[in-house]
């Protein structure tokens, strides 16, 4: 049994709270508040072929120390993810590496939507917690563009009460503006931001709303990012559509301002806007339903290639909590809506069974974002230097306590 003594809930009561589990453990809560474990809903942990970049066991210590013990990872991989077979093979590899790390990450696998394979979708619909449809290239080699294939699939996953995961940015709109901006001979990483315009989102996020009307599917739009998209969203919630809508740390935290002393290494997709306002508004207004990190690392070597070369993404699962505990601190957000939006929504979203994993944080403890102390494998952030106020201290996965002392086990021991 593990007992946390004299610690506080989100509603500011204290408490005793108590987890069934082979260790006999007391803990101490009284600077402690005490938060069910996060899910987070979008990530890219790069097994299988990209495991230079991360794998699932530097991944799950990174998701541990962030205060996450459910993910749902992403299908970009190489090859990607796209068969009943791959889905098996890729899940192989996360159970031997998981194994490896000793930590008994819950995790959930989309499979990725490819117009040759939605009689794929059928056969896998127990397996997956959704089908994942890039409309606009990113990393790896998925891409759906076609309206046919787009409308098979929204019907066949609506058939199979699958839901639909879209990364919503037009494809042929991003290579009509690439040309003629960098036609100009200009190559510069702000570019990115005025290549894939709010309008490039916002075409995608209708197109995708239209078939939802049609069908009825269940759509989760990843990483909402600008004021058109929430807008076409608030609409389709109030008809009363099945559409929900997720916001990364990245697009609540950061703005093109970063490209001035990230360059490259802000490149993201979609990328960095100057919407936060309206991104805030959508987290107290409801339009946004869960907050998913979009964990994409990729190495710094990678990252600093000259624009066109270098890839998009940030690693962040470690700092989603920390982020969103000193927005509490700065009072931008409540406690119950950063359980609502990494926790509740994704639940019921993504129909998960409930456990019983806690996470404990210091509301007030201050840190330093420091990158050599951070366990994705790409050991960097765009964050670094930050001073946060707000930092999990314990995760308590299926009964098991991972403090302080097991973040900080240098990575690769
Ligand atoms: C993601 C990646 O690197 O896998 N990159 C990103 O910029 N978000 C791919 C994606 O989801 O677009
Ligand atoms: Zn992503």
Request: proline share 6%; charged share 25%.
């Amino acid at each position: 049994m593990i007992e946390i003594r004299n610690v506080q809930t989100i509603q500011g009561r204290r408490i005793t709270h108590k987890i069934a589990s082979e260790e006999t453990r007391v803990i101490d809560g009284t600077n402690l508040t005490l938060l069910p474990a996060l899910i987070d809903p979008h990530v890219h942990f790069r097994t299988p072929g990209a495991e230079h970049k991360e794998n699932w066991e530097t991944a799950s210590r990174a998701a541990i120390a962030g205060g996450v013990t459910t993910v749902f990872d992403m299908p970009n991989n190489t090859p990607s993810c796209i068969t009943a077979q791959r889905l098996k093979e890729k899940k192989q590899l996360i159970d031997e590496q998981l194994k490896k790390a000793q930590i008994p990450l819950h995790y959930g696998l989309y499979l990725g939507a490819d117009q040759n394979h939605l009689d794929e979708v059928p056969k896998t619909k127990h397996q997956i917690v959704g089908l994942k449809i890039y409309m606009g290239s990113s990393t790896g080699d998925l891409l759906m563009t076609d309206p046919a294939a787009l409308d098979k699939a929204f019907r066949i996953a609506a058939e199979n009460d699958v839901l639909i995961a879209v990364h919503a940015e037009d494809e042929e709109m991003i290579e009509r503006r690439k040309k003629e901006i960098l036609s100009s001979g200009q190559c510069k990483a702000a570019l990115h931001s005025i290549i894939r315009t709010p309008e490039v989102a916002a075409r995608a996020v209708h197109q995708v709303i239209e078939l939802t009307a049609k069908y009825k599917t269940r759509l989760y739009i990843a990483h909402v990012s600008t004021k058109p998209e929430l807008d076409l969203i608030r609409q389709a919630k109030k008809s009363r559509l099945p559409v929900y809508a997720e916001a990364t740390p990245h697009h609540l935290f950061l703005t093109t301002d970063a490209y001035q002393h990230l360059d490259t290494c802000a490149l993201v997709n979609p990328p960095l806007r100057d919407h936060t306002e309206a991104l805030w508004e959508a987290i107290h207004d409801g339009t946004i339903d869960t907050i998913g990190t979009d964990h994409a690392p990729h190495l710094l070597e990678e990252k600093r290639r000259a624009y066109g070369s270098a890839p998009s993404g940030f690693p962040s699962i470690e700092l989603y909590l920390a982020l969103l505990l000193n927005a509490y601190n700065e009072k931008k957000i409540s406690l119950e809506q950063i359980v609502r939006f990494t926790h509740t929504r994704p639940q019921e979203i993504f129909r998960c069974k409930p456990n019983h994993d806690v996470v404990l944080v210091d509301l007030n403890q201050s840190r330093t974002i420091d990158d050599k102390q951070l366990q994705t494998k790409a050991k960097w952030s765009p964050y670094a230097g930050m001073t946060l106020r707000g930092w999990p201290c314990y995760t308590i996965l299926k009964g098991r306590v991972y403090d302080p002392s097991d973040f900080f086990v240098p990575a690769g021991t």
